[in-house]
């Protein structure tokens, strides 16, 4: 979920969010966070994810900016 989802709110935002989270999840082979419901809510309203540096800067500039908070 994207972070606003949490405090029950949506916006165009929600869907860059997912879009980023799917795209990561290409690049990287696995989701950019792991954990319990509680820890998955709370990283994804808190945490950046780690980003792979041997991505193409263009990919990770793109990624950062779908996954901002």
Do not use: C, N
Not at 8 to 14: H, Q
Request: hydrophobic share 40%.
């Amino acid at each position: 979920m994207a972070p606003e989802q949490f405090a029950g709110e949506t916006s165009l935002s929600s869907d860059y969010y997912a879009l980023g989270v799917v795209t990561y999840e290409l690049l990287h082979g696995a989701p950019p966070f792991s954990g319990t419901a509680g820890e998955l809510a709370r990283r994804h309203q808190t945490d950046a994810p780690l980003i792979d540096d041997r991505l193409d800067a263009g990919w990770r500039e793109l990624l950062a900016g779908l996954l901002a908070k």
